[in-house]
């Protein structure tokens, strides 16, 4: 698919499915736009990646639970490229807590800022510039946000199910003009979440699929692809989940 002359913002692209997803943008020929904010030599290396197939991104270090770090996010991208294509509001955490664990209040807060929040803030803000170029959105929710597989994660499920119901609040508003707004829902992927989030249990551990396997964060990174494209020009407010039959036997 090509994209070229076409801009693409990816936050969290750092690691897992946001980086494999900014390199195969590039590979296609995209302008791509990389957000993270932990580990600047995460982005360096990502941007190394991508321009071994393709252009290299502008870096763009921010938190995304900062309102002024969303700003900043939107003005170095128009500032750059003056313009905007896709957006791919892929950053998101995970963290453990219970009702009776007494931990679910603090961590919820912490969730919805980067889980929904920040979704909410850079849709805002990006959607002027996808409304001039007839662009798309790709959101990054999770089976979580259809299915509660552990009590502990009922809080990141929480702010799963919320991104999804505004991803399809957003696809029907934005619909109008031209702007389409679509969900990609994984179930288990090799990535880096679990470790960052502190939590010891692997995917293996924490994961049964009906396909008896997890997927690599190209999976994912094709999906978004293929949703962010002309091929999908009909398809808007749609969830598209890649869980290796998770679903079917839940
Ligand atoms: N892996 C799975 O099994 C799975 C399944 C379903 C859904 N998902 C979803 O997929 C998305 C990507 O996760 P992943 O699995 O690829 O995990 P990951 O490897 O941990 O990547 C998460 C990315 O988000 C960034 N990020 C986190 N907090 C941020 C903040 N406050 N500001 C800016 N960037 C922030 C991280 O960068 P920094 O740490 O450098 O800030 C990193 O680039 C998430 O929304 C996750 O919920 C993952």
Redesign the pocket.
């Known amino acids: 698919m090509s994209f070229d002359n076409k801009v693409v913002l990816i ?10 997803t900014a390199v195969a943008f590039a590979r296609d020929g995209a302008e791509v736009v990389i ?6 030599t ?2 360096k290396k990502v941007q190394q990646d991508c321009a071994k197939v393709g252009k290299p991104p502008l870096i763009i270090k ?5 309102d002024d ?1 969303i700003q900043k996010i939107v003005k170095e991208t128009i500032a750059k490229h003056k313009k905007l294509d896709v957006l791919v ?6 963290r453990l807590g219970t009702i009776l664990d007494g931990k679910v209040t603090a961590i919820y807060d912490e969730l919805i ?3 929904v929040r ?1 979704v909410v803030q850079l849709t805002t803000l990006a959607a002027p510039y996808l409304v001039k170029t007839k662009g798309n959105i790709v959101n ?5 946000g259809i299915t509660i597989n552990n009590p502990e994660m009922g809080a ?1 499920c929480t702010t ?1 199910a919320a991104l999804s119901h505004f991803s399809r609040a957003t696809a029907l508003e934005l619909a109008p003009h031209g702007v389409r707004v679509n969900i990609v ?13 502190g939590v010891s249990t692997t ?1 293996e551990e924490t ?1 049964v699929t009906a396909l008896n396997r ?2 690599g ?1 190209e999976e ?1 990174a094709d999906l978004i692809i293929f949703l962010a494209s002309d091929k999908a020009k009909g398809i808007t407010g749609s969830n598209y989940v890649s869980d290796n039959g998770m679903l079917l036997i839940k």
């Open positions: 936050t969290g692209a750092s690691s897992g499915i946001g980086a494999a957000v993270a904010n932990e580990t600047p995460k982005l921010a938190d995304v639970a900062n770090d509001n892929n950053a998101g955490i995970v800022k980067v889980n920040a990054v929710s999770s089976v979580s990141y799963k829902s994984p179930g288990p992927v090799y990535t880096d979440l679990l470790n960052n989030a995917f994961s997890i997927s964060p994912i």
